[in-house]
């Protein structure tokens, strides 16, 4: 399965982005991790193939995640941006035997 990622840039503070990561073929959970440079990855949100989702404190309220899984695409809405949501975005998604990563979207929130 290869999973490809989409719909980073760059965008000003409390400004929306709408991030999307394909997969190649039916996959389980799906979700995003963020890193920024010298900080640890974070996960930022899952999706279940039930479609229950799971949020970071951080992004909780101002981010959405979402799945269509007759395209096995997973989607991250993020509104009201921040500086501190500047980071690498990295789609994951879990299958039968192993999980698997997107090649990584930056998104810079800046003014």
């Known amino acids: 399965v290869q999973l490809q990622a989409s719909g980073g840039g760059l965008v000003q503070p409390g400004g929306s982005l709408r991030l999307s990561c394909a997969a190649s073929?039916?996959?389980?959970?799906m979700g995003w991790y963020r890193q920024d440079a010298g900080k640890q990855r974070e996960l930022v949100a899952v999706?279940?193939?039930?479609?229950?989702?799971t949020y970071a404190d951080s992004v909780a309220g101002r981010f959405t995640i979402s799945r269509d899984n007759a395209k096995n695409t997973v989607y991250l809405l993020m509104n009201s941006l921040k500086p501190e949501d500047t980071a690498v975005y990295y789609c994951?998604?879990?299958?039968?035997?192993?999980?698997?990563w997107g090649q990584g979207t930056l998104v810079t929130v800046s003014s």
């Open positions: 994951y998604a879990v299958g039968f035997l192993q999980t698997y």
């Open positions: 073929g039916s996959v389980f959970s």
């Open positions: 999706v279940t193939s039930g479609g229950t989702p």
